[in-house]
C-alpha cells in the first residue's frame, strides 16, 4: 500500500471539488470515481500536478458501451502514482448524441495515441486533439468497430453460406 | 533529444525528399510505416502509420470465454508469449479470487523470466545486427532455442505458447525440463558475458549508440513509457518490484536504472535484466525443492478444465468439464485492472466483466503501442541510420502494436 489510503484519497478529492465525483466502488483496491466531462480535465490536472498525489503516470485511457444505459459510452483514465504507488480509476460517461470529451494531451503526451485509439473504436470526439485521426482500422472506416452493436463478423459475408458446405 | 539544423527553406538545392520506412522493409523488423521527410540524411519530420496487422483482438475476446482468450494473448507480444498468457490467467484468477499454491507462482516465475531472457535476446541481437555485428546474434540465438524448447517440455509448443491454464498449468514440469532448465543456466551467463564483452567497451558500438535517441525521465513518463526504456531513463519503474504479482515478493532482484535513455544505456539495461532473470530462475529454483512436487494447480475444479481421462472415466470431472466448457459457472460482475511486467513494459489487461462466461469488456494496455508513439517526434533531426537503431531498440512488436 501506498503512503495514502483511498480514503485520504477521495476525502481529499472531495474536498478540492465537492459534489462533483461519484465513488463507483473500490474494486480490487482501486478507487473508481465518476464524474462530468466539465470537470475531467480539472480532476485530471488536480491529480497530476498535487504535490502530495502526483499522480504522473497516465496509465491507460479506453472506453466501454453500454447499450442499454442512456449515457452509453463511457471513457476510462487509469492513473498512477509511482511515488506513492497508488493507482486510480476515472470514468465519465456520456449520451450517444454528445460524445465530446476534452482531451488530455495537454497534460500527458502520451494521451495523444490513446484518444485516437479510442476514438477509432467507439467514435468519442476529443476536443481540442491535435490530431484526431483513426489509429488501427483504415481511414474511411465509416463504423466504431468496439460499440455492441457493430457485429462481430461481417454479416454480408459469402463465404460462410451453408450451401457451399452441402448443407 | 538533438537539436540539428534544419534547411526548409525553397532554394531548389534544399528541398526535401520523402521516404516511405515500410511497412515492409527488412531494417524495421516488422510491420512498421514511417513516412519520412529528409533533408539529406537528415530526419525533418515523420509520421508513423500503425494498424496493418490489426485483428480486433479486443472484440474477438468479447465473444469468448476466459479461458479461449490465452490464444490471443500469445499473438501480442509473440517474442515473450509467456508473459501475456500468464498476465492473462492472473487477471482472470484476480476477478475470480483464486490463491494460488506457492510452487505454481514459482514455476510462473521460472517461465516468465525465461520469457523476458528471449525477449531481450532478441531485442539485443537485433540491435547488434542493426549497428553492423552479427557475431553476438548468432551467439545468442542459440540460447533462446533453448529456452524454446524448455517451453516445449512444459507445454508442447513454442513461439505462441498458450502455456499454463486459469488455475495452475496444463500439467506438472518433467524431469526432462528442469534438465534443460538447469543446463540452460550453466550455459548461457558464459555466452551472455560473452556476449557484453562484444558490446560494452566496443569502440564501433558506443559510438553508434551512445547519445542517439536520448531522452530524458520527464519526456519518458509523460509518454507513459515503461519497461526497459523507461529504466533506461533513470525511472526505477518495474511492476514487478512495485506491485509485486505471482510471489515476486519472496524474490530477491534489483531494478536496473539507466542514466540518459539513449540506445546504449536501453541495451545496458536489457543485458542486466538478463542476469536478474538468472538470478530470480536460481532462487526460484531453490524454493521448489521446499515444495511438494506434484502440485501444479489450484484446486479449483469450477473454472481448472479436468485431464481427459477424467473425464472420460469419472463422472465428476465430466460435469465439471461440462459446466466449464458451456459456461454454467458464474462469475462476479466487476472490473479488474492486472498489470505484470511484460518484456517491453507494463502489460495491463483491464477487465469489465457482467457475470457471462466471456468478458464484457477487455482492454489490453499494450506497451509497444504505448512506447511507439514518440517513436516519430524523437525522429525529428535524428540522422536516418539512427532511427532504424532507434527503433530496435525500442523493441516495439508489431503484433503488440497492433493487436
Known amino acids: 500500500m501506498g503512503k495514502f489510503s483511498n ?22 483496491g482501486l478507487l473508481t470515481l465518476e464524474t462530468g466531462k466539465d470537470n475531467i480535465i480539472a480532476i485530471l490536472s488536480y491529480l497530476k500536478n498535487d504535490a502530495a498525489l502526483q499522480f504522473i503516470y497516465l496509465t491507460d485511457i479506453t472506453a466501454i458501451h453500454y447499450p442499454e444505459q442512456e449515457k452509453q459510452i463511457g471513457v476510462i483514465y487509469h492513473l498512477h502514482s509511482l511515488v506513492n504507488n497508488v493507482r486510480i480509476r476515472l470514468k465519465v460517461f456520456m449520451t450517444d448524441g454528445d460524445v465530446h470529451m476534452p482531451t488530455a494531451t495537454e497534460l500527458w503526451n502520451g494521451a495523444n495515441w490513446m484518444e485516437r485509439e479510442t476514438y477509432d473504436f467507439f467514435g468519442v470526439i476529443f476536443d481540442g486533439h491535435p490530431d484526431l485521426r483513426r489509429i488501427l482500422n483504415v481511414d474511411d472506416m465509416t463504423a466504431f468497430p468496439m460499440r455492441k452493436e457493430f457485429p462481430l463478423e461481417d454479416p454480408n459475408r459469402v463465404d460462410k453460406k451453408d450451401y457451399f458446405f452441402g448443407r | 533529444m538533438q537539436n540539428h539544423p534544419v534547411y526548409t527553406d525553397n532554394d531548389p538545392q534544399n528541398e526535401l525528399s520523402t521516404l516511405n520506412l515500410g511497412p515492409t522493409h527488412p531494417a524495421t523488423h516488422g510491420v512498421f510505416q514511417n513516412v519520412l521527410q529528409l533533408d539529406g540524411e537528415r530526419i525533418v519530420s515523420g509520421v508513423s502509420t500503425i494498424g496493418y496487422i490489426h485483428r480486433a483482438f479486443e472484440k474477438i475476446a468479447e465473444h469468448r470465454p476466459f479461458y479461449q482468450i490465452t490464444p490471443l494473448t500469445d499473438r501480442l507480444n509473440y517474442c515473450s508469449s509467456p508473459i501475456n498468457n500468464m498476465g492473462w490467467h492472473m487477471t482472470v484468477e484476480k476477478l475470480l479470487g483464486i490463491e494460488m499454491p506457492k510452487r505454481v507462482d514459482y514455476l510462473r516465475v521460472i517461465v516468465m523470466e525465461l520469457a523476458r531472457i528471449s525477449d531481450h535476446i532478441v531485442c539485443n541481437g537485433v540491435l547488434g545486427v542493426d549497428t553492423g555485428a552479427f557475431t553476438g546474434f548468432l551467439y545468442m540465438m542459440e540460447h533462446r532455442e533453448a529456452i524454446y524448447e524448455i517451453y516445449e517440455e512444459v507445454c508442447g509448443s513454442r513461439l505462441t505458447t498458450n502455456i499454463g491454464r486459469i488455475g495452475g498449468f496444463e500439467r506438472n514440469f518433467n524431469t526432462i ?77 534489483e531494478v536496473p536504472v539507466g542514466t540518459n535513455g539513449d540506445v546504449y544505456n ?52 465430466l460435469i465439471y468439464h461440462f459446466k466449464i466448457v458451456m459456461g454454467e459457472v458464474p462469475t462476479p460482475t466487476t472490473e479488474v485492472y492486472h498489470s505484470v ?15 457471462g462466461r466471456s468478458p464484457y469488456r477487455l482492454h489490453f494496455r499494450r506497451p509497444s503501442f504505448i512506447n511507439y508513439q514518440m517513436y516519430a517526434p524523437m525522429s525529428r533531426g535524428m540522422l536516418l541510420s539512427d532511427a532504424i537503431i532507434n527503433m530496435s531498440s525500442l523493441n516495439v512488436i508489431a503484433g503488440e502494436l497492433d493487436a
Do not use: C
Open chain 1, 7 to 28: 480514503e485520504e484519497l477521495l476525502n481529499k478529492l472531495n474536498a478540492e471539488f465537492p459534489e462533483q465525483l461519484t465513488v463507483v466502488g473500490e474494486p480490487f
Open chain 2, 177 to 253: 525440463a528442469f534438465d534443460k532448465l538447469r543446463k540452460f543456466l550453466k550455459t548461457f551467463p558464459k555466452t551472455l558475458k560473452e556476449f557484453e564483452s562484444l558490446f560494452n567497451r566496443n569502440r564501433i558500438f558506443v559510438d553508434r549508440t551512445r547519445d542517439v535517441a536520448a531522452v530524458t525521465a520527464e519526456e519518458a513518463l509523460s509518454y507513459s513509457w515503461s519497461g526497459p526504456i523507461l529504466r533506461a531513463t533513470g525511472v526505477d519503474y518495474d511492476v514487478r518490484a512495485m506491485n509485486p504479482y505471482s510471489s515476486y515478493e519472496d524474490f530477491e532482484f
Open chain 2, 266 to 317: 536501453r541495451f545496458l539495461v536489457r543485458n542486466e535484466e538478463m542476469w536478474q532473470s538468472l538470478r530470480i530462475i536460481e532462487q526460484a529454483l531453490a524454493k521448489l525443492e521446499k515444495e511438494p512436487t506434484d502440485i501444479f494447480h489450484a484446486d479449483v475444479p469450477d473454472f481448472y478444465l479436468p485431464p481427459k481421462e477424467e473425464v472420460y472415466n469419472n463422472m465428476e470431472a
Open chain 2, 341 to 355: 511486467e511484460g518484456a517491453n513494459g507494463e502489460l495491463g489487461f483491464y477487465l469489465v466483466n457482467d457475470g
